[in-house]
């Protein structure tokens, strides 16, 4: 499984645009997340990965603290979709989140 940690992904944003899946949940989503990312909680994605994801897009994967999102990364991927594994999650985020 692929895996990048926090501040890679922060660095990689500042060059270019990236899809960012927030797997938490809605409340914990509204407390601060990533710029940019979108909210899919971890019980949705699980159940609706076919009508929610594209094979032809990579995905950046990230929860809290990276427990939650290992175990979607690993789904997901079993499943043939491009994926990387977020490291560390909003707790380790080294800029402002929104």
């Known amino acids: 499984m692929n895996h990048i940690s926090t501040k890679e992904l922060f660095n990689i944003l500042k060059e270019k ?16 997340h990533v710029p940019g990312s979108k909210n899919i909680p971890m019980t949705s994605i699980l159940v609706n990965y076919n009508s929610l994801l594209k094979k032809n897009e990579t995905y950046y994967i990230i929860c809290q603290s990276g427990n939650r999102s290992t175990v979607v990364s690993q789904f997901l991927e079993a499943h043939g979709f491009n994926v990387i594994n977020v490291l560390g999650g909003h707790s380790a985020w080294p800029g402002r989140l929104d």
Do not use: A, F
Request: net charge negative; hydrophobic share 25%; proline share 6%.
């Open 17 to 32: 645009q990236v899809s960012i899946i927030d797997i938490r949940e809605p409340y914990e989503h509204q407390t601060g």
